[in-house]
């Protein structure tokens, strides 16, 4: 069966608990519209149906616990309202999160815990959505942290792997054998819409068509497991000059995971967390401690991940 399809009827549950995985968004070329999934780090939340037909927060754990409780500023139980609400559920639905992913990291915590959530209300249906089916409502929760609606991390946290999210539809794309992705993470915080409000101004056509440049090689190298087309396109022109002095030592960082031999590195998200993609695990390794360093010559301790860009999605957990 597909990642996209149906699953099976089975048994309703009264309680699901689900994982999200972190995830790369933009991706350096494909800003709002490219994601990939992260190994490890992640959200996961606890789904219990209850009589009252409401969703209602009832426990925030984990790294982060001053997140809103109020269903329409907390993204999960935003997604599954939407979720309930679309499906005309008589019964309503509590959720138990627990944080993996710190906010405003560039690892796309927000989308985590609407993916993780929507999975474990998924699972109290007799006869579970698709992931494509569950999406407008990833999106829907993404809204309530970012104030848009945009795929780049529900896509890949819902399918796994490397995905082009579109607003009505999600696209796996094929990723090379041994391509590895290593994120430094920097204990500082970045608030997405600060982020996005970087982003005002005027563009080029010159800038547009470059990124989009970028966009088709990097897409034509994973299709034809072409490194070289990968490395020729990885590159943002367009976001990143607008946000890298909201990152301290931002530049150093980069041009440490270049030095290591990185096909490309930029901005993971709205960062502050920076990604760099190679083809060996050990240079990979060896250039999440470069990065690091450089973080720590601007003032910032930091998290190293190394992940296959090929992984799991969001799935149903023991709780």
């Excluded at 009827?9 to 519209?33: I, K, Q």
């Excluded at 997140?67 to 979720?83: C, G, I, K, W, Y």
């Excluded at 407008?136 to 309530?144: D, I, M, S, T």
């Excluded at 800038?207 to 990885?234: H, N, P, T, W």
Aim: aromatic share 6%; hydrophobic share 50%; with cysteine.
């Amino acid at each position: 069966m597909s990642h996209l399809e149906q699953p099976e009827s089975a048994a309703a549950r009264e309680s699901a608990t689900a994982f999200a995985p972190a995830s790369v968004g933009n991706v350096a070329v494909g800003f709002d519209l490219l994601g990939h999934a992260l190994e490890g780090i992640g959200d996961r939340v606890t789904a219990t149906r209850i009589d009252e037909p409401v969703v209602r927060v009832t426990a925030i754990r984990g790294v982060v616990t001053d997140l809103p409780f109020d269903p329409e500023h907390n993204t999960a139980a935003r997604a599954v309202a939407s979720f309930r609400s679309a499906l005309g559920l008589d019964f309503g639905i509590a959720l138990q999160i627990d944080k993996g992913i710190a906010l405003g990291s560039g690892l796309g915590g927000s989308a985590a815990s609407a993916t993780a959530a929507l999975t474990a209300a998924n699972a109290l249906l007799a006869r579970p959505l698709s992931k494509l089916e569950l999406y407008p409502h990833a999106l829907e929760g993404e809204r309530a942290a970012s104030g848009s609606l945009h795929g780049d991390n529900v896509g890949p946290q819902l399918l796994g792997g490397l995905v082009l999210a579109t607003p009505d539809r999600m696209v796996p794309i094929p990723v090379p054998a041994g391509l590895i992705a290593v994120v430094v993470h920097p204990h500082f915080v970045l608030e997405t819409r600060k982020a996005r409000e970087a982003l005002r101004g005027v563009y080029g056509l010159h800038e547009f068509v470059a990124q989009s440049e970028g966009l088709a090689l990097v897409l034509a190298g994973c299709f034809k497991s072409d490194f070289d087309l990968i490395a020729r396109g990885l590159r943002d022109v367009l976001i990143e000059p607008r946000r890298a002095a909201l990152i301290p030592g931002f530049m150093q960082v980069k041009r440490a995971a270049l030095d290591a031999g990185a096909l490309g590195a930029s901005i993971s998200g709205a960062g502050p967390s920076v990604f760099a993609w190679f083809a060996d695990r050990a240079a990979a390794h060896a250039a999440g401690l470069a990065m690091a360093e450089a973080f720590a010559n601007a003032g910032l301790a930091s998290d190293i991940i190394v992940s296959a860009v090929a992984n799991a999605g969001a799935h149903l957990i023991d709780p």
